[in-house]
């Protein structure tokens, strides 16, 4: 079974404060990705990863940064985190095997709930 | 611009009736269609998906069917149980890169 494991399950952090989230997958698979989850917005991609050192911005990456230094880890990082920033984070990894039976399903981690005061 | 719609934020549904969850998208360039269930504090769970050169698919009580000319697809659960209770988004994946983009989610409640 994929497994991908988000190092946090809940955060609280302070405003200015720098956060880290950290994803690890087991699955070997190239592409790594961040989204948050708000109520009555669905899960918007933050940005991702197709190789060790790259990275694309997704639909919402201001304030975000993110690092990938190893293939199977991949961090989500918060510059100096705001109120706004108060959301589930999810991690999520596919194979770039186009045409596997999987259809390049994603799969997630369990989520990271960040507050920030 | 929203590519993938759900428009229906929340559906109510009595144990073993027949839920049936719809999901419209804009761009022509979508060629898999996948749908995820997310319990309370869990991550997603992949649920069924459908290629573009389907029209239907089908797994146990899941069947996802796709209507390309309408731009549309729907999820049936039948029959509907408690234990499927949960936020059910749609998403599609198409272009170079392997990115899903994903609908809002319809909260789905399955009475006793």
């Known amino acids: 079974d994929v497994k991908v494991t988000q190092s946090s399950r809940y955060l609280v952090k302070r405003t200015g404060e720098k956060v880290f989230l950290e994803c690890v997958q087991d699955m070997d698979h190239e592409n790594m990705f961040w989204y948050r989850q708000d109520p009555g917005l669905g899960l918007r991609l933050i940005y991702f990863s197709y190789d060790v050192k790259m990275k694309e911005k997704g639909d919402i990456p201001e304030g975000y940064s993110v690092s990938r230094e190893k293939k199977e880890r991949f961090s989500l990082i918060l510059e100096s985190a705001s109120t706004n920033q108060t959301s589930m984070y999810l991690c999520?990894?596919?194979?770039?095997?186009?045409?596997?039976?999987?259809?390049?399903?994603?799969?997630f981690g369990e989520g990271s709930w960040l507050t920030v005061v | 611009d929203q590519q993938v719609k759900q428009n229906s934020p929340s559906l109510s549904v009595q144990e073993g009736r027949i839920s049936i969850l719809n999901c419209d998208y804009t761009n022509s360039m979508f060629d898999y269609f996948l749908w995820y269930k997310k319990y309370p504090a869990e991550g997603p769970t992949f649920l069924i998906s459908?290629?573009?050169?389907?029209d239907k698919n089908e797994d146990g009580r899941f069947t996802v069917f796709l209507n390309k000319s309408a731009k549309h697809l729907s999820l049936h659960i039948v029959p509907s149980q408690p234990g499927d209770s949960a936020v059910y988004f749609c998403?599609?994946?198409?272009?170079?890169?392997?990115?899903?983009?994903f609908g809002k989610g319809t909260l789905l409640t399955v009475n006793p």
């Open positions: 459908i290629s573009s050169i389907k």
């Open positions: 998403a599609a994946r198409g272009g170079s890169n392997y990115k899903l983009t």
């Open positions: 999520a990894s596919n194979t770039s095997g186009r045409y596997t039976n999987s259809g390049n399903t994603i799969y």
